[in-house]
């Protein structure tokens, strides 16, 4: 199986750590978007990553679809839980991390336009939506060792895989006047004890 990636694409990092916490190997191949000979929408018609190729050619898409599709590829610490309940609430905290993200990536994309093109309005709006995001992730984690009925989870890898594009990306950025480990203890706290996992050292975001 072929992963095709960009490094720094927090949803792709999701996929890669639940590769490497399932033992499934996968055959990771960098692409530039940009790039006029970049494969990724020959396999997605969105042109988006991660996509996952499978050996007999066939697609996968988006990182919701293809971590299930791993989890079920060995019995092995099994990510999603099998109690339908617990699975609701781990893809409740995945659907909320992700979401995160996507504000995060919209908030970026809009700063690296020239001065004279960015919109303040949509740059704002989007890290409200990031600063409630956190918020609430945090009040959640409030005295638990991992997000859902404290077992590792694809919870946890979605809300390590956000923290670190936040912290990535926005790392001086103010949430009520203050960075977000300070604003957000409880997900700092989490951060630091994920980011000890051989799988997030592995697939760390490079500035």
């Not at 599709?69 to 905290?93: E, G, M, N």
């Not at 949509?122 to 077992?151: H, P, Y």
Request: contains cysteine; positive net charge.
């Amino acid at each position: 199986m072929q992963l095709l990636y960009t490094l720094n694409s927090p949803y792709a990092r999701k996929v890669r750590i639940v590769a490497l916490e399932k033992h499934v190997d996968l055959t990771l191949t960098e692409v530039v978007l940009s790039a006029p000979d970049c494969p990724v929408s020959l396999h997605n018609p969105l042109g988006k990553v991660p996509v996952l190729v499978l050996d007999d050619g066939e697609a996968l898409y988006d990182s919701r679809v293809i971590v299930e599709y791993l989890d079920h590829r060995t019995p092995v610490a099994h990510l999603l839980p099998q109690d339908h309940l617990a699975k609701i609430k781990v893809r409740r905290w995945e659907a909320l991390a992700d979401g995160i993200c996507d504000a995060a990536v919209a908030a970026m994309l809009e700063q690296r336009k020239p001065p004279a093109l960015q919109s303040a309005t949509l740059i704002e709006k989007q890290f409200v939506k990031v600063s409630a995001g956190l918020s609430q992730l945090d009040r959640d984690l409030t005295k638990k060792k991992w997000c859902v009925n404290e077992t590792f989870s694809l919870a946890d890898i979605a809300l390590g895989t956000a923290l670190g594009y936040i912290d990535l990306r926005f790392k001086q950025a103010q949430f009520e006047g203050k960075h977000w480990q300070e604003r957000f203890p409880n997900l700092a706290k989490h951060y630091g004890v994920l980011i000890k996992r051989p799988s997030f050292k592995q697939t760390m975001p490079q500035a």
